[in-house]
């Protein structure tokens, strides 16, 4: 592959994932698993606070129950230790073992005094944990006195616990253990922490292929724009598979933009090569007769023309040549106008009389050939008259000038469907379809070489300034015909003036 220039691209590194779109997929990525992070903490936090909240809810509620059971029942402290039953309430509820033999209980018992001190109950003495229970609460008496639980810890571990009054005045502190709660909490948070983390690692594989899936247009579009940057604007953006919308439309709008791009490029190529082609033909065309004249005006310097009619021949042919370089210099000048879009002056034109005064100045050059006009009455067009009879002179010169003085040409005007045509038709040589391709570009001239290779050009400019078109129709041995369609009205494609 290569560039307009000519020059060979680089090989394009298989490689081409640009930077860009891989921080953007990675930040694609980072944000959905921070979001996702960011809603497992919040969804795991109110999750655990709700089940803390309820199985310490739980447990309150099974201490308010005995409280109230407690209480209801009216016992004094002397008459449960005198009850033969309350064997069965000391393994049932206090779950006391002096010797430590048996798992601590998760709900301690103990009776204490007005000062604060534990005391028998139910026959068994205090053990360690009821002590220690009691210790922990500051005031008994105040918490038999309120329907509130309370935290308080024994033996480094979190107890709720409340109080309740018996009949003859003594308080029994009861309190059960949070240490289950806390192992379901910490179990929830390990489960929750592992299934987040299994979630996060699935989301950011999905996110990062999907991203690369989604965004894989963008990278197209980036190797195109590189290989364009490159030199090759033939590249375009390829079509997706499953394209999304937004995408899509940015593809066809780039490749568009691109369609665009190169067709600009392409005709500034050609133009520059036409104004290459342009220039270089005008300096050849201006270099003989320049060297000519030079050649004269030396000879005449140095004293070489000692004869007069030596002199006047220099002199004749130094005019002829200045004559000639004056022509090419004034149709250079009408194309550089007609380029431009040079102002036009429309008025009622009457297109056969151009064709009859052409045609007689024909005849008076060339006497001897053979010319039919077909022009009968007035045919006005509204259009610029000097760029009409220049129209008409330069199909007759060229027929003068590249073919025989017996070749006939038959020149004709008329109205068809609208338009107004001119047709210069003769039997000369005729042209080659390559020569017929080239025959309105500027400086094309034939084998013989006659001619400045301008006419026909300055023939089309003029045409098609008046929004019409040109047309030949040729082939060896058949002579050369041109045919020129003016829209009538006229649809001027220059800056036009209309004359009073």
């Given at each position: 592959?290569?560039?307009?220039?000519?020059?060979?691209?680089?090989?394009?590194?298989?490689?081409?994932?640009?930077?860009?779109?891989?921080?953007?997929?990675?930040?694609?990525?980072?944000?959905?698993?921070?979001?996702?992070?960011?809603?497992?903490?919040?969804?795991?936090?109110?999750?655990?606070?709700?089940?803390?909240?309820?199985?310490?809810?739980?447990?309150?509620?099974?201490?308010?129950?005995?409280?109230?059971?407690?209480?209801?029942?009216?016992?004094?402290?002397?008459?449960?230790?005198?009850?033969?039953?309350?064997?069965?309430?000391?393994?049932?509820?206090?779950?006391?073992?002096?010797?430590?033999?048996?798992?601590?209980?998760?709900?301690?018992?103990?009776?204490?005094?007005?000062?604060?001190?534990?005391?028998?109950?139910?026959?068994?003495?205090?053990?360690?944990?009821?002590?220690?229970?009691?210790?922990?609460?500051?005031?008994?008496?105040?918490?038999?006195?309120?329907?509130?639980?309370?935290?308080?810890?024994?033996?480094?571990?979190?107890?709720?616990?409340?109080?309740?009054?018996?009949?003859?005045?003594?308080?029994?502190?009861?309190?059960?253990?949070?240490?289950?709660?806390?192992?379901?909490?910490?179990?929830?948070?390990?489960?929750?922490?592992?299934?987040?983390?299994?979630?996060?690692?699935?989301?950011?594989?999905?996110?990062?292929?999907?991203?690369?899936?989604?965004?894989?247009?963008?990278?197209?579009?980036?190797?195109?724009?590189?290989?364009?940057?490159?030199?090759?604007?033939?590249?375009?953006?390829?079509?997706?598979?499953?394209?999304?919308?937004?995408?899509?439309?940015?593809?066809?709008?780039?490749?568009?933009?691109?369609?665009?791009?190169?067709?600009?490029?392409?005709?500034?190529?050609?133009?520059?090569?036409?104004?290459?082609?342009?220039?270089?033909?005008?300096?050849?065309?201006?270099?003989?007769?320049?060297?000519?004249?030079?050649?004269?005006?030396?000879?005449?310097?140095?004293?070489?023309?000692?004869?007069?009619?030596?002199?006047?021949?220099?002199?004749?042919?130094?005019?002829?040549?200045?004559?000639?370089?004056?022509?090419?210099?004034?149709?250079?000048?009408?194309?550089?106008?007609?380029?431009?879009?040079?102002?036009?002056?429309?008025?009622n034109v009457d297109l056969s009389r151009l064709v009859?005064?052409?045609?007689?100045?024909?005849?008076?050059?060339?006497?001897?050939?053979?010319?039919?006009?077909?022009?009968?009455?007035?045919?006005?067009v509204h259009a610029d008259e000097s760029g009409l009879?220049?129209?008409?002179?330069?199909?007759?010169?060229?027929?003068?000038?590249?073919?025989?003085?017996?070749?006939?040409?038959?020149?004709?005007?008329?109205?068809?469907?609208?338009?107004?045509?001119?047709?210069?038709?003769?039997?000369?040589?005729?042209?080659?379809?390559?020569?017929?391709?080239?025959?309105?570009?500027?400086?094309?001239?034939?084998?013989?070489?006659?001619?400045?290779?301008?006419?026909?050009?300055?023939?089309?400019?003029?045409?098609?300034?008046?929004?019409?078109?040109?047309?030949?129709?040729?082939?060896?041995?058949?002579?050369?015909?041109?045919?020129?369609?003016?829209?009538?009205?006229?649809?001027?494609?220059?800056?036009?003036?209309?004359?009073?």
């Open positions: 592959m290569r560039k307009p220039d000519g020059r060979k691209l680089r090989d394009r590194p298989h490689r081409r994932r640009h930077h860009g779109l891989a921080t953007l997929r990675a930040k694609l990525t980072v944000m959905n698993v921070v979001v996702l992070a960011l809603g497992i903490v919040v969804a795991t936090a109110v999750s655990i606070m709700a089940m803390k909240h309820y199985l310490l809810d739980r447990i309150d509620s099974e201490l308010v129950s005995s409280r109230t059971a407690l209480e209801n029942t009216g016992f004094t402290r002397a008459q449960i230790d005198a009850l033969s039953a309350i064997g069965s309430l000391r393994d049932d509820l206090l779950l006391a073992d002096a010797a430590g033999t048996l798992p601590r209980p998760e709900t301690v018992f103990v009776a204490v005094d007005g000062h604060r001190k534990p005391v028998v109950f139910a026959g068994i003495a205090p053990t360690d944990r009821q002590r220690a229970l009691a210790g922990a609460v500051e005031d008994p008496h105040a918490v038999a006195t309120t329907d509130a639980v309370m935290d308080v810890h024994i033996g480094g571990d979190d107890f709720r616990a409340v109080g309740a009054r018996l009949a003859d005045g003594t308080v029994i502190l009861m309190a059960t253990s949070t240490e289950a709660v806390q192992d379901g909490v910490a179990r929830s948070l390990k489960v929750d922490f592992g299934v987040g983390a299994g979630l996060l690692v699935l989301l950011g594989a999905l996110t990062l292929m999907g991203a690369r899936h989604r965004l894989r247009p963008l990278e197209d579009m980036v190797e195109t724009a590189s290989a364009i940057a490159e030199g090759d604007l033939t590249q375009r953006v390829p079509a997706n598979k499953n394209p999304v919308l937004e995408i899509e439309q940015l593809r066809l709008a780039l490749n568009s933009m691109l369609h665009q791009v190169e067709s600009a490029f392409d005709t500034r190529e050609r133009s520059s090569a036409q104004l290459r082609r342009f220039v270089a033909d005008a300096s050849h065309e201006l270099r003989t007769p320049l060297a000519a004249v030079r050649g004269y005006l030396q000879l005449y310097d140095k004293g070489m023309l000692r004869k007069q009619e030596e002199r006047d021949r220099a002199g004749r042919r130094v005019r002829t040549e200045v004559d000639r370089m004056g022509r090419l210099v004034d149709e250079l000048l009408t194309l550089a106008r007609l380029d431009q879009q040079a102002e036009l002056v429309f008025r009859r005064e052409a045609a007689d100045d024909l005849r008076v050059q060339q006497p001897t050939r053979p010319v039919e006009v077909s022009a009968e009455g007035a045919l006005l009879r220049q129209v008409v002179g330069n199909l007759l010169t060229n027929v003068r000038t590249h073919t025989p003085t017996s070749a006939a040409v038959c020149v004709a005007v008329a109205r068809v469907d609208g338009l107004v045509t001119l047709t210069v038709a003769d039997e000369g040589p005729g042209l080659t379809p390559e020569d017929a391709s080239r025959v309105f570009d500027r400086f094309f001239r034939t084998g013989s070489g006659a001619g400045s290779g301008l006419g026909l050009a300055i023939v089309q400019g003029v045409v098609q300034a008046h929004g019409g078109e040109v047309t030949v129709s040729t082939a060896p041995g058949e002579g050369l015909t041109v045919r020129v369609e003016l829209p009538h009205p006229a649809r001027p494609k220059a800056e036009v003036r209309t004359a009073p």
